[in-house]
């Protein structure tokens, strides 16, 4: 069974860096790409970052040079880094998984939540 | 900055027949934009249903149906169950990034 557990989520103060995880399991992690994707509370969805499973990493305008994405491979974990925090960025972070032959995602984690509030 | 727009809500009657779309703003959907289609109740994850126009999840029910319709994205929803009232969200590929839609409420009524 494909499970993926988010953690790293919390409270923060404005101008904070967090670093947000994804544990996975139940599938081939390093045969996957994988998306982090976030949700302000009773907003629409927002694609932030992918890292494919050939090692190509994408970023949304919104957040390219303060978010970084990476994976742990031998450890089936990816990451999102996220700096110099804001209230725009309190939102719920679900962890994604990329389709394995076509474009797509196909497996969701519940989310972390983010709090960015003095 | 790409905008991806969906109808804000659609209400349709049990056992009827909807169609959800989702249009670019850089023109018309293809399916080099690998349309997604996701379905969201309120408290809970979003659940994919279609990946790359019209391909089905194995979880995927066989009434909701992907496709392209006069240059967008389209997602038919055929004989509409109570439980089928949710939000959906379209995703579309940009050449490495992705953008999704606004989201459309569907009602069931």
């Known amino acids: 069974e494909v499970q993926l557990v988010e953690s790293g989520g919390g409270w923060v103060q404005p101008g904070e860096s967090l670093r947000l995880s994804c544990a996975a399991s139940g599938f081939t992690f390093s045969d996957y790409g994988m998306h982090w994707v976030r949700q302000v509370t009773g907003k629409g969805l927002e694609w932030v970052s992918d890292f494919t499973a050939a090692g190509h990493i994408h970023y949304s305008g919104s957040v390219r040079g303060r978010f970084t994405i990476s994976r742990e491979d031998a450890k089936n974990v990816l990451y999102l880094q996220i700096n110099s925090l804001t209230a725009g960025d309190t939102a719920v972070y679900y962890c994604v998984r990329g389709t394995k032959a076509v474009a797509g995602v196909d497996y969701w984690g519940q989310g972390t939540l983010v709090t960015v509030s003095s | 900055q790409t905008v991806v727009t969906q109808e804000p809500s659609l209400t349709v009657s049990p056992g009827g027949t909807v169609t959800l779309t989702c249009a670019s703003s850089?023109?018309?959907?293809?399916?080099?934009?690998?349309p997604n289609w996701f379905q969201q109740k309120p408290g809970h994850a979003p659940r994919a249903l279609v990946y790359s126009t019209s391909n089905k999840h194995s979880w995927t029910p066989a009434r909701f149906s992907g496709s392209l319709l006069g240059g967008k994205a389209a997602l038919t929803l055929s004989g509409v169950l109570p439980e089928d009232e949710a939000e959906y969200y379209c995703l579309l590929h940009y050449g490495g990034a992705w953008v999704f839609g606004g989201g459309t409420k569907l009602t069931v009524l």
């Open positions: 850089t023109g018309a959907v293809t399916s080099g934009n690998y």
